[in-house]
C-alpha cells in the first residue's frame, strides 16, 4: 500500500471515531432525544377502576426520578384541561360528569419536555334503577321459525328483521294473524340483526360482516349498502340518528345516510357496565333495550348512558308455549300512536302486547 493511501485510511478512522463510534452529529442529537424523560407515574386511582358518579376521587402522582423535579404538572380529563396540580395528591369531584370512561392526564413538564402518565377509570350510575312490573294487555300469534333479530311497529303492521345463516330475512307482517305479507331473503353469507325505519327508508342490519341495507318500504328493493366497522346487533331511530349496540355496553349514534359515528354513550347501571346490549326501541325519550340471554329489558337514558328502570319478563312465556326450538327473548315495538309495546322473542309462537306498571 502507498503512504498516501495508508495516510488517506488512517484520516477516515479517525474521522469515524471522532463522531461517536462512527454516529454523525445529527445522529447524535436524534439519539439523545429518543432518550424518554422518565419524570412521574400514577399510583391512584388505578387503570379500570370502578366508581359511583358523584365520587370525589384521589389522585395520587409519584416521582419517578429523586435528582429530577417537574417544573409543572398539568391534569387532564378525556383531553380537557382541568388544573396546573400544586402537589401530588389531587382530589376531583365527578358530580359534572357523564357515566362511562373517564381518561385521566397528567403531563410533568422540565426544561421545555414534557412526559404524561394517564389511567382510564369508570363511572358506574348512583341510582338503582325502578323494577318494574307489567301485564299482557293482548296476545298475538308469531311464526315459530322467525328467529326475530329486529322489529318495529310501521303503518300498522310489523316490521320484522330474522336471523341465522340462510334463514335472514326481512318481513312486513300481519299484527293480528302473525302471516307473513311481504319478505325479502338475504345472501346465505349474512345473518340478519337490527332493524329500523329512518326519513322514508327501512335499515338492517347483520351480524359480524359489517355490511347495513337500505330498503324501500313499500317495495322492500335494495336501495343502497353501506359499512360499519363494528358487529350489528340493535337497531333504532332517535331524533336524526341511527342508534346502534354491538353486544357491549356502548351505544352508538350514528349518522344514517353515512353511517358515521357521531357519538357514543356508555350504559351503566349501579352495579357497573351492562353489557349484552341487543334489539332496540326509542319510547318516548327512553332507549329500551333487550339484553342477550336475559329475559330482562333496561330502559336506558341516551344522554348519560344511565340505566333508569329493568323489566323482567321472565313469566311472560307459559311452558305450553315453549317448544324445542324456542329461544331466548328478543324484540321490542312500539305502536307511538296507540301507546302500545309487543315483546317477542327467538322463534316465540306469540307477540305479546304488554303494559308497564
Known amino acids: 500500500m502507498s503512504k498516501v ?8 478512522l479517525f474521522s469515524m ?19 424518554s424523560l422518565q419524570l412521574i407515574g400514577i399510583t391512584k386511582p388505578t387503570n379500570g377502576q370502578i366508581f359511583d358518579l358523584g365520587d370525589d376521587i384521589q389522585i395520587s402522582i409519584k416521582l419517578k426520578s429523586d435528582s429530577i423535579s417537574p417544573d409543572s404538572l398539568v391534569l ?3 383531553n380537557e384541561r382541568v388544573d396546573v396540580l400544586e402537589s401530588l395528591e389531587y382530589s376531583i369531584g365527578t358530580q359534572s ?3 362511562g370512561t373517564k381518561q385521566f392526564r397528567i403531563t410533568a413538564w422540565h426544561n421545555g419536555q414534557r412526559q404524561t402518565a394517564s389511567v382510564g377509570v369508570k363511572l358506574k350510575s348512583n341510582i338503582e334503577p325502578l323494577n318494574l312490573s307489567y301485564r299482557v294487555v293482548n296476545t298475538y300469534p308469531h311464526d315459530i321459525e322467525a328467529y326475530t333479530q329486529g322489529l318495529f311497529y310501521h303503518n300498522g303492521y310489523f316490521i320484522e328483521s330474522t336471523g341465522q345463516r340462510g334463514l335472514s330475512s326481512l318481513r312486513r307482517v300481519d299484527v293480528k294473524t302473525g302471516k307473513v305479507l311481504q319478505s325479502v331473503n338475504l345472501d346465505t353469507k349474512y345473518f340478519g340483526e337490527g332493524t329500523t ?3 322514508g327508508e327501512i335499515y338492517q342490519i347483520t351480524w359480524t360482516s359489517r355490511k347495513g341495507f337500505v330498503y324501500n318500504p313499500e317495495t322492500f328493493d335494495l336501495i343502497r349498502v353501506f359499512d360499519y366497522p363494528t358487529q350489528g346487533w340493535g337497531l333504532t331511530t332517535m331524533d336524526n340518528m341511527l342508534v346502534m349496540s354491538d353486544g357491549s355496553n356502548v351505544l352508538y349514534f350514528l349518522e344514517p345516510k353515512s353511517f358515521t359515528e357521531i357519538k357514543r354513550v356508555e350504559v351503566f347501571d349501579n352495579l357497573g357496565p351492562v353489557n349484552q346490549l341487543n334489539e332496540l326501541e326509542l319510547i318516548k325519550g327512553k332507549i329500551y333495550a333487550n339484553i342477550y340471554l336475559s329475559n330482562k329489558i333496561v330502559v336506558i337514558d341516551p344522554t ?3 340505566v333508569d328502570a329493568v323489566v323482567d319478563f321472565s313469566e311472560l312465556l307459559s311452558e305450553k308455549d315453549r317448544h324445542k326450538n324456542i329461544d331466548v327473548f328478543n324484540g321490542i315495538a312500539w305502536d307511538s300512536k296507540g301507546n302500545r309495546l309487543f315483546v317477542t322473542g327467538k322463534n316465540w309462537p306469540k307477540v305479546f302486547e304488554v303494559e308497564l306498571n
Open 5 to 12: 493511501l495508508f495516510f488517506l485510511s488512517g484520516l477516515i
Open 17 to 35: 471515531l471522532a463522531c461517536d463510534n462512527g454516529k454523525s452529529p445529527e445522529k447524535q442529537r436524534a439519539s439523545k432525544q429518543d432518550v
Open 76 to 78: 387532564y380529563v378525556d
Open 97 to 99: 360528569f357523564s357515566l
Open 197 to 199: 325505519f329512518y326519513d
Open 304 to 306: 348519560s348512558g344511565r
